[in-house]
């Protein structure tokens, strides 16, 4: 496994990114992604740190010592430590950090049992399964199409869409666009593939593609979003950008210009079955739901503190409207918790008996945790309050003689100084205020997918497990009871008194 150098020597291949018109010749020391590959780094270390690897880490039936969620689980034991293990790496960000190397785990640690999908690339899912368990690299995902004109099918996009434009005899040259690479300057490998059934169109098998690409490959670009992390180095410190400052993940689209991929990176390839059913057949959507859930666990626990400690500070933890809005934070943080521990401890059977993270749960997880999120922010704003806009403009107001007094005399809180108070509140902030907050909020919102799609995908998983014909049989067994003539059951009907 990498170590942290390791990692950021990794990174120094050539690779093509642009932020604000700039190509970056070395992400690891660019104001942009610098502190947010160092959190990266800090966690590949962690893998070797002897006081984390009985929680961190595994030996898989390779015997290569792994990250736990990147090892095939046995039985519900296996996915609560790899739930352990998630928990254990997200708290080196405070639930702040998405996509991190282990995410990807929810696709590549099941590539050994489920490797007879990949009909005709078997042997390449079991090669990527043990590179992935033996290196593991950081791996980033573009299964979504560009935003462009989406009520055209694929074969109709096709100067913009993935899709095959040459084969060859040791492997396929690709073109077009994909997005949100999530953190994927910082990555090793884009994995690409579609999410959900495709339209393809006039017998067009181009975009029925699964493979992995270097980052490094020629023709392959990253586009940036802008970097919260630059605008944090160049508008303040960690004091006032405590998050934004070292836990972006920075989003790109990845533009694949005529890009080589070799056989042995390919999955899927002129498959409309396998690529369109690659999200629900590899079980990939109850472990990112896993991975998910678990990091989101961790996130409010950090915002649930974070509420404690801020209602603390202004004397308003007394109130009694203020502890019912903790106390509505912290049944939010329990219930997402409780849903993670369902996943592991009562899971499904999936291909080959492997035992996958409990699909109900994954469902109502996918559904609920935007709606946390919001309601926590919103919880937020409501108690704190004011208290988010009138913080100084920066620490520099601190470090002024002339204004320092009165800083120290009016932003102070109960029994914690100003300096005390700021920092807290623009730890707050940060987490829902800034661009870096906005983003979060966007991101909890999208996570597991569009809004209607998760709703869908828990009413289909209710029919497809047959949970929907008991509801209704439950119905049916009520209704049963009586008709037009009064009760049919013997419990309810009136008894004819019998004579002696």
């Not at 670009?221 to 004091?239: C, D, H, V, W």
């Not at 945790?369 to 208290?387: L, S, T």
């Not at 870096?436 to 991101?443: I, K």
């Amino acid at each position: 496994m990498f170590t942290g150098e390791q990692y950021l020597e990794s990174l120094r291949d050539g690779r093509v990114v642009y932020l604000n018109g700039e190509k970056i010749d070395d992400v690891t020391t660019h104001p942009a992604y610098r502190n947010s590959a160092l959190s990266y780094a800090r966690m590949y270390d962690a893998l070797h740190d002897p006081e984390k690897q009985d929680v961190l880490t595994t030996i898989n039936e390779y015997g290569d010592r792994t990250h736990r969620f990147f090892s095939t689980p046995r039985n519900a034991e296996d996915l609560l430590g790899a739930r352990d293990a998630i928990v254990e790496w997200s708290k080196l960000n405070y639930g702040f950090m998405g996509r991190t190397p282990d995410y990807k785990a929810s696709f590549l640690g099941h590539l050994e049992a489920y490797s007879d999908y990949y009909v005709g690339f078997e042997e390449n899912a079991k090669a990527w399964y043990r590179k992935a368990g033996r290196e593991m690299p950081f791996v980033n995902h573009t299964v979504i199409n560009p935003q462009m004109d989406r009520s055209k099918s694929l074969h109709e996009n096709k100067e913009v869409f993935v899709r095959a434009i040459e084969e060859r005899d040791d492997g396929i040259v690709v073109s077009g666009a994909k997005m949100v690479g999530t953190a994927a300057a910082l990555t090793n490998y884009n994995f690409v593939a579609n999410y959900g059934p495709k339209e393809l169109g006039e017998g067009d098998t181009s975009h029925a593609l699964i493979f992995l690409v270097p980052m490094n490959a020629p023709g392959l670009k990253m586009i940036s979003r802008q970097s919260y992390e630059l605008n944090a180095k160049t508008n303040g410190s960690p004091f006032d950008y405590p998050l934004s400052s070292r836990f972006d993940e920075n989003d790109a689209v990845i533009v694949l210009d005529n890009v080589f991929i070799p056989w042995e990176n390919v999955l899927a390839y002129n498959n409309v079955e396998v690529s369109n059913g690659f999200v629900p057949e590899t079980h990939f959507v109850n472990r990112f739901s896993f991975h998910g859930c678990a990091r989101l666990g961790v996130k409010l626990d950090f915002m649930t503190g974070l509420l404690m400690k801020a209602t603390e500070a202004s004397g308003t933890h007394q109130f009694r409207g203020v502890q019912a809005n903790i106390g509505e934070v912290v049944a939010l943080r329990n219930m997402i918790w409780s849903l993670s521990d369902t996943m592991a401890m009562n899971p499904d059977v999936g291909r080959n008996g492997t035992p996958i993270p409990n699909g109900v749960a994954a469902a109502a997880y996918r559904v609920l945790a935007p709606e946390v999120w919001v309601k926590v922010k919103k919880i937020f704003e409501q108690v704190v309050a004011g208290g988010l806009i009138q913080l100084p403009s920066s620490s520099a107001d601190f470090l002024n003689p002339e204004i320092r007094p009165y800083l120290d005399q009016y932003y102070k809180g109960t029994g914690v100084t100003a300096e005390e108070r700021v920092k807290l509140l623009k730890m707050v902030w940060d987490a829902i205020g800034t661009e870096f907050g906005g983003r979060h909020e966007l991101y909890e919102v999208n996570y597991a997918g569009n809004h209607e799609n998760i709703r869908l995908e828990a009413m289909y998983h209710s029919i497809g497990s047959g949970n929907a014909e008991s509801f209704k049989s439950f119905v049916d067994e009520a209704m049963s009871d009586y008709d037009l003539n009064g009760w049919t059951n013997e419990v309810w009907k009136e008894k004819v008194p019998t004579t002696n």
